[in-house]
């Protein structure tokens, strides 16, 4: 069984700065994509920024500059440097990620999620 579980989040003013954590455990074998997501009240969930094992990173162009993606493959871990925040990247930000493991192969795997609230 697989778990993804969000770190991090919280209230922080405009301008300021944050740094979520995603910590994957249970019986994997690899991480291939690990990425960041977010939905905000009465919007559709979108891609923040995701990373493939080999290190290339890809950003939603709202957060281009501001926000970095890395992971330490060994300790099964993502993070997100979040910097010059805005009120409008107030939202539930969820890990998700491609995982391989020897029992279910291949499959993506969601975490529950965490709140960031950036007030003006």
């Known amino acids: 069984q697989v778990q993804l579980v969000e770190s991090g989040g919280g209230l922080v003013q405009a301008g300021g700065s944050l740094r979520l954590s995603c910590a994957a455990s249970g019986s994997i074998v690899r991480i291939n994509v690990f990425g960041w997501y977010r939905q905000a009240p009465g919007k559709q969930r979108e891609l923040v920024a995701q990373?493939?094992?080999?290190?290339?990173?890809n950003y939603a162009d709202s957060v281009k500059g501001r926000f970095t993606i890395s992971r330490d493959n060994a300790k099964n871990t993502l993070y997100l440097q979040m910097n010059s925040l805005k009120p409008e990247d107030t939202a539930v930000y969820y890990c998700?990620?491609?995982?391989?493991?020897?029992?279910?192969?291949?499959?993506?795997?969601w975490g529950r999620g965490t709140q960031v609230t950036v007030s003006s």
């Open positions: 990373i493939t094992s080999g290190g290339r990173t």
């Open positions: 998700a990620a491609n995982i391989v493991t020897v029992v279910a192969g291949t499959k993506d795997y």
